[in-house]
């Protein structure tokens, strides 16, 4: 299969035909090889137009929402960066292309230990990824210019909003099973400005400050 013809089907009809006009992020999602994060079973398909189940239970978003987030996050390549959910790697492969460093936090090891492999495979040297409960963020590197949620919690956690610089940007999906909006947070001082950006459906976000696994 010609996956770079794939990909390039992929950009123009699902970005450029809708509102993904940041000319970086559509050059990182033309870089950067989708069906090497997806199970090798289903790389036939992993420039469809909708999400993949990946180990774990876990899945790998849609390639236009993983688009649209980092859009919203208005990456301009000097940024530190923090992740919550790294799953196989793809959203932080396509963040490390647009920022200077990405931190990318898993709660499931074996997920983690994959998507490290997948990262360093593919030369992308500027993530980390390190396992632990990304509900409470990562004070260690903290405060970021942007940080991205890739599960749905039913409120936007605490830490995480104080992990953002001033100016900072916070993209996460929050609701429950019947419904979710992805949100983007903006921090100006003290304050916290949020917008809608449209409906969605992720994974529950699972940790201290979210979900409580079943």
């Not at 398909?45 to 993983?66: C, H, W």
């Amino acid at each position: 299969m010609d996956f770079d013809a794939k990909r390039r089907e992929m950009v123009d009809t699902q970005l450029r035909a809708r509102d993904i006009v940041d000319p970086k992020v559509i050059k990182a999602m033309l870089e950067v090889p989708r069906h090497e994060f997806v199970p090798p079973e289903l790389r036939d398909v992993a420039y469809g137009d909708f999400p993949l189940p990946i180990e774990e239970a876990q899945t790998i978003s849609q390639p236009y929402i993983v688009a649209l987030m980092t859009q919203e996050l208005e990456l301009k390549g000097e940024e530190k960066v923090l992740e919550v959910g790294t799953g196989s790697g793809y959203q932080a492969a396509i963040i490390s292309r647009l920022a200077k460093t990405v931190y990318s936090m898993e709660r499931i090891p074996r997920l983690a230990e994959e998507a490290e492999k997948n990262l360093k495979k593919l030369c992308y040297m500027n993530v980390n990824v390190i396992v632990g409960d990304g509900t409470l963020g990562l004070k260690k590197y903290a405060p970021y210019d942007a940080i991205i949620v890739t599960a749905a919690c039913y409120k936007i956690p605490e830490a995480l909003k104080s992990q953002l610089k001033d100016g900072g940007r916070l993209v996460i999906p929050v609701g429950d099973d019947w419904g979710q909006a992805l949100v983007k947070i903006t921090r100006s001082g003290k304050e916290f400005i949020d917008r809608k950006i449209c409906d969605c459906a992720f994974v529950p976000l699972i940790g201290e400050d979210g979900w409580k696994e079943k």
